[in-house]
Structure formats: C-alpha cells, structure tokens
C-alpha cells in the first residue's frame, strides 16, 4: 500500500478556472503526486497536472437523459470519442465532488460522465408508480441503464460513498462492463443479513445517523433538517477540509430533488433489515450477500483525515483478485476525497487505465 503526500493548501481562496489544458506536463512533474507509478510491463501512465482543489465551480451545461427508470441529470466533458470515465458520488454529496477532477480527466483525452444519483439534482423518476428505492443493488442497476442509453459498453468506474460501493458491486457483478475501478476505501459490498452483527461501540457511534434514520423522529428531522444536516456531515466526515459556504451551498440545491429524503431513508434503513427491497432484486442481492471477488483492475484510496465509517484497507485487500493497488492520501484529506484532493484522484483513474 502506497501513501501519498498532499502540499497543496486546503484553505486557499477559490481561483476561476483558466484552462487545464494550458498546464503542461513538465509543471506536472513539480506537483504533488510526481513521477507516475510503474505499470505491467514497461508501460507508465501519463502523470496529471497539478491542480489546487476548488479552482473549478461549475460543468458545462447538464443533460437529461431516459435511462432505466429514471430521467438522469449528467454532466459530462471531454471528447465523446475518448475511453469513458464515470464518476460516481454518494450522500450526501452530488457531481461537484468531480467539479476539479471532470477537467483534468477531460485534458487527458477521456470522456468523462457525472450523474446525480436517484434522488439528487433533476435526476427523476418516469413513473410515479415506482418505489423510491435505495437498496445496493438497484443504484448499481441505474448506472448500468445510464451506461446503455449513452451507448457505453466498457467504462473505467470511479466513486466515493455509495459511489464507491456502486462501481464494487458494478465490477462484482458485471465485470465485463469494467475496465477498472477506482473505489475511495475500497471494498463496501454488504448485505441486511451481515449488518445485523452488532460492532464494537466505537464503530457503532461513527454510524449514528443510521440509527437516527431508523426512527419516524430521525426521518421527519432529516426531511425538516436536510441542508444543516447534510452540513454537519460533511464537518464530521472531512474534519481538515475548510470549504466555505458557496462550496457548501453549490452541492446542497441537489437535495431538494422530490425523492431525495425518500432515497435516503429507505437506504439506511434497507441496510440494517428495518426496510424491505423489492423481491425483483433478490437475486442480486443474494449474489452480493456472498460477497464475492473482483477481477478487474482496482485502485483503493483512502484519506488519512476520513472521518466517516470505513474499513482498513487490510480487511478488504483479498477481495481484489486482479490488477492492484492501494493508496492512503495524506494531508488532512477526509471523505470527500475527489473534492479534497482531485489530482490524487485522477492520477488514480489514469494509472488504473494503465493497468488494464
């Protein structure tokens, strides 16, 4: 497991974004990551410009699209000719997490997809009939019907947060639709059956918002409290990341979505057993409960400054049977790792690519 150093200040003021394409490679080799890892073989993949964090605040013009069943927001950059990226956030966050790491993927030739989540943004549902579902398995199902409606057979699948346990169970259970991924702190498949053992009391408390969720009290706080609440973790999860209020405020207009409190309830509490799935999914669900191997190449990341429930990259590592690495990002990075350090991000995407 590699560790990786960030110098870059993380409380700088926010600079406008003036090309990425104008970095070059000979200031790249001056930035935080340096020279690129060595891959099979002689290959060696091409190392990402420097970037500091917050130098972008906004996509080009977002697009709709009818896939699955939803009608999904995206934002999308690059050529559209380029190897897809597809950049997977979680809660509660939405596509600005990748607002610095969409360019840099971009100015590296890739063609690089943001969508909101189901209940985020103007990601909706075409039927109201539809249950307003957050079991694992059927947000891994939305990008699978994203990825069909844009005509992507193979993409490279990086995220954090449910993110990151979308592009695992995406990878576990269609391989063939992965070239790699890139999953921030790594293997987070589960199932309502393995989360009934109870954990020691410290990983118990981390968890505190789940139980909250677990209760009609924490689901009418959480419907009445949604931007404060969603603040606090964003505090907790990333206690050394001084974003400011219109960083905060940029991400935060995405939880109006209708079915934003919906999704987010029936998640947490599908997770301990209190909610049930639909039974249309239980043969995913059985498969993942088994927790099975990934084959495709994989980059685990991980902050150093992670102030959310996760896993030590040890427990997880036998679960990666192909192509590895893992990588501990230090410099106070906490949750929100693409936002907080892109480059490092990037840079793990691009090697990733490399491995495959």
């Not at 709709?64 to 690059?78: F, H, M, P, R």
């Not at 209940?119 to 398995?137: A, K, P």
């Not at 999914?281 to 994989?298: C, F, M, N, S, W």
């Amino acid at each position: 497991m590699s560790s990786i150093a960030l110098d870059e200040p993380f409380d700088q003021p926010r600079r406008r974004f003036l090309g990425t394409a104008a970095m070059t490679l000979a200031a790249a080799q001056l930035g935080v990551i340096g020279a690129a890892n060595t891959l099979s073989g002689n290959a060696r993949a091409a190392t990402v410009p420097p970037v500091k964090p917050g130098t972008n605040s906004s996509f080009g013009p977002l697009k709709q699209i009818d896939a699955g069943l939803l009608n999904v927001c995206y934002a999308e950059a690059g050529p559209a000719d380029g190897p897809p990226v597809i950049l997977h956030h979680g809660w509660p966050y939405d596509i600005y997490s990748f607002v610095d790491v969409a360019p840099l993927l971009a100015s590296a030739g890739y063609r690089v997809i943001v969508p909101y989540v189901r209940g985020y943004g103007t990601t909706r549902f075409l039927s109201s009939e539809t249950m307003r579902n957050g079991q694992q398995s059927v947000v891994a199902l939305d990008t699978i019907a994203l990825m069909d409606a844009l005509r992507i057979h193979k993409a490279i699948l990086a995220g954090f947060d449910w993110g990151a346990r979308t592009v695992d169970i995406i990878a576990a259970l269609w391989p063939e639709r992965c070239k790699g991924i890139v999953p921030v702190s790594g293997y987070l498949i589960g199932s309502p059956a393995s989360n009934e053992a109870p954990l020691p009391p410290k990983a118990e408390f981390a968890w505190w918002y789940q139980f909250y969720f677990a209760t009609e009290r924490g689901k009418e706080g959480y419907s009445k409290n949604t931007q404060d609440f969603n603040k606090l973790i964003w505090q907790l999860a990333s206690p050394k990341w001084n974003f400011d209020d219109a960083t905060y405020d940029r991400s935060a207009a995405s939880f109006d979505n209708p079915d934003h409190v919906a999704i987010v309830i029936h998640n947490y509490r599908w997770r301990i057993g209190l909610a049930k799935g639909e039974s249309k999914y239980d043969h995913l669900e059985k498969r993942l409960a088994q927790g099975p191997d990934i084959t495709v190449p994989a980059i685990t990341m991980e902050g150093d400054s992670n102030g959310a429930a996760h896993p030590d990259p040890a427990a997880y590592r036998k679960k990666y049977t192909g192509k590895y690495a893992s990588r501990i990002i230090s410099g106070g990075i906490g949750h929100n790792l693409p936002q907080e350090a892109p480059q490092a991000f990037a840079q793990a995407i691009v090697d990733v690519d490399a491995f495959a």
